[in-house]
C-alpha cells in the first residue's frame, strides 16, 4: 500500500498523456469504421495462399486491404480501405481486385460499406462499451457497497483509457475486433478486481482492528498467487496469438496483450485496491459501519 503514493501519481500522468494522444495523434480507425468494401471470395484450387493474395492486392495502390481466412481454409474475407471518388471509384477498385485475382477464386459476396453505416458501427461500439462500464458499476453496488463499484469503475476506466492511448501511440488498427478486445479487458480486469473486493470485504468483517493499509496488504497477497497464475496463462495463450496469429486478429492480440497482461495485473493490484483507503472504506469498523460482522449463530 505504500507504493500508491507512486503509483497514482504515475497513473495520473499516464492517463493525462493517453488523453492528450488521444486528440493530437487520434485513432486509426478501420475499414469498419472509416467505410470501404468487404469482398468474400473462395479459392478454387484448394487452401488459399493468403500471403500471396495480400502480397498481389498490395500492389494495387488501393490503400489499406486487409485479408482473413474464415470458415474453410478456401474462403477468404478482403476488406478495402474506401476509395476518394465515390460510388464509381469504388466499382473501379472492385474491378480492379477482380483482375489481379483473375479466375483463381470464386466471389460470393460483394458489399460496399459506406460512411454512413461505418459512422453507425463506431456510434453503436461505443455505445456498448459505456453500457458495459454502468452495468458494472449497478452490479457492484449491489454485489458490494458504493465505494467498492465507484473504485473498480476508475480502475476499469485507468485501463481502457490507458489502452486507447496505447493504440493511439502505435497507430494499431482501430475496429470491431477492438470493441471486441476493449470488452474482452473489461471482462477481466473486473474479474481480478472482484475476487480481491470479495477477500477485502471478508477481512473487514474477520479483523476489525486491524490497519486498513495492513489489511488490503494481506487481501492482496492472498489471492496473488491466483492473480499471478491466470494473467500468466492468458499472456501465454496472446503471446502465441500475437507471434503465430497472423496479420488479421494482429490488432487484437496486441491490444490484449497491454490491456490484460500489463496494465490489467497493474492496476488491479495498484490502483484498484489502495483507491478504497481514499473512499473511506473500513473507517467505521469498531462501530458497527456499513460491514457488520455476522450474528452469531442461536
Not at 500500500?1 to 494522444?21: E, G, W, Y
Not at 489489511?215 to 492472498?222: C, G
Amino acid at each position: 500500500m505504500r507504493f500508491r503514493r507512486i503509483s497514482f501519481p504515475i497513473s495520473a500522468l499516464l492517463s493525462i498523456m493517453a488523453i492528450a494522444l488521444y486528440f493530437f495523434n487520434g485513432l486509426n480507425f478501420g475499414i469498419d469504421f472509416k467505410g470501404g468494401m468487404l469482398l468474400e471470395v473462395q479459392s478454387k484450387a484448394g487452401p488459399a495462399d493468403i500471403a500471396k493474395m495480400r502480397t498481389t492486392l498490395g500492389g494495387l495502390g488501393l490503400g489499406e486491404v486487409q485479408l482473413q481466412q474464415f470458415g474453410a481454409p478456401t474462403d477468404v474475407l478482403i476488406r478495402i480501405a474506401e476509395q476518394p471518388g465515390g460510388d464509381a471509384a469504388q466499382q473501379a477498385a472492385v474491378q480492379k481486385v477482380r483482375g489481379a485475382l483473375g479466375n483463381e477464386v470464386d466471389y460470393r459476396r460483394v458489399e460496399v460499406v459506406g460512411p454512413r453505416v461505418s459512422s453507425e458501427l463506431l456510434s453503436y461500439g461505443v455505445i456498448g462499451l459505456v453500457c458495459a462500464i454502468l452495468g458494472i458499476l449497478i452490479y457492484l453496488w449491489f454485489r458490494f457497497e458504493w465505494q467498492f463499484a465507484l473504485g473498480a469503475m476508475l480502475a476499469n476506466v485507468h485501463d481502457l483509457v490507458l489502452t486507447l492511448g496505447f493504440m493511439s501511440l502505435l497507430q494499431i488498427d482501430f475496429d470491431l475486433t477492438s470493441i471486441a478486445a476493449l470488452l474482452t479487458i473489461l471482462g477481466y480486469s473486473l474479474n481480478d478486481t472482484v475476487v480481491i473486493y470479495d477477500r477485502i470485504r471478508e477481512m473487514l468483517r474477520r479483523y476489525k482492528k486491524m490497519p486498513m493499509e495492513d489489511l488490503l496488504n494481506a487481501s492482496i497477497n492472498s489471492t496473488l498467487s491466483r492473480s499471478v497464475i491466470t494473467h500468466v496463462t492468458v499472456t501465454l495463450a496472446l503471446l502465441a496469438l500475437l507471434l503465430f496469429g497472423g496479420q488479421a486478429i494482429h490488432s487484437f492480440t496486441a491490444t490484449m496483450m497491454f490491456g490484460v497482461a500489463l496494465v490489467g495485473t497493474y492496476t488491479s493490484i495498484f490502483i484498484a485496491a489502495p483507491i478504497l483507503i481514499y473512499l473511506g472504506v473500513g473507517e467505521n469498523r469498531e462501530t458497527g459501519g456499513t460491514d457488520k460482522p455476522d450474528k452469531p449463530k442461536p
